[in-house]
């Protein structure tokens, strides 16, 4: 019993000091709680702001790669590596396919993309993101960024058959040296 009472900071049979403490620093509290403006509370985690409709986000919620992540890395990947057993092409090499005649086209028209519920405007960013980010290196130097206007074009006239186009650059590419699939590069990913 004599040992429990040091442990708990209080001779033996008398109360503890922080238990004739407590109520005196409650009432403290209140005090201060009752006269301090109702934007900022002091609770048990900290300080507390109440939610307000018009409050400045802190953090930026929407990017291009937010976009990217949300839209597209679920098949692709967040390093754009894709999927063998699924079927997902590797994108780090993207930019090869703009060597390539109807290369660029076919990059806004793929189904991933066209299908995704994406403006224009936005079909434009994630792609021009994923060139310069994911692709970054393949992209020939004379590329230019795709805009809303040519997305909006390439809409007009969809993909029939993508496995046909793509088999199509591939052999294109075949034909040129320009290796598209990263199987038929040296260094084939894992
Ligand atoms: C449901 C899975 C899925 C989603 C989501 C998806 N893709 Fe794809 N993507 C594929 C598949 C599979 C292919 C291979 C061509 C095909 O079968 O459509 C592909 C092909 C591509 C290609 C052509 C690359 C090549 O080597 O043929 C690009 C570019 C591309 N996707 C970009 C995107 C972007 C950008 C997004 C997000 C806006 C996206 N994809 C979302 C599955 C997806």
Redesign the pocket.
């Known amino acids: 019993m004599k040992g429990l009472a040091r442990i708990v900071g209080a001779p033996a049979g008398r109360p503890a000091a922080g238990a004739v403490r407590r109520p005196a620093l409650t009432a403290c509290l209140a005090a201060a709680w009752a006269i301090a403006p109702v934007a900022a509370q002091t609770t048990v985690l900290g300080k507390q702001v109440p939610a307000r409709p018009d409050a400045p986000a802190v953090v930026q919620t929407t990017s291009v790669r937010a976009?990217?992540i949300v839209?597209?890395?679920?098949?692709?990947g967040l390093d754009g590596a894709?999927s063998r057993v699924?079927?997902?092409?590797?994108?780090r090499q993207?930019g090869r396919?703009l060597q390539l005649e109807g290369g660029r086209e076919?990059?806004?028209k793929?189904?991933?993309?066209m299908g995704?519920g994406?403006s224009d405007r936005?079909?434009a960013e994630?792609?021009n993101w994923?060139l310069d980010t994911i692709a970054a290196g393949s992209v020939p130097a004379e590329h230019r960024p795709y805009d809303a206007a040519e997305v909006a074009r390439a809409r007009a006239h969809p993909l029939v058959d993508?496995?046909a186009a793509?088999a199509g650059?591939l052999a294109q590419g075949r034909a040129r040296g320009i290796a598209?699939?990263a199987e038929e590069r040296p260094a084939a990913r894992p």
């Open positions: 976009t990217y839209r597209c890395a679920g098949c692709h894709g699924g079927q997902v092409p590797d994108m993207l396919f076919f990059l806004i793929v189904p991933g993309v995704s994406l936005e079909v994630v792609t994923v993508v496995a793509r650059l598209i699939d």
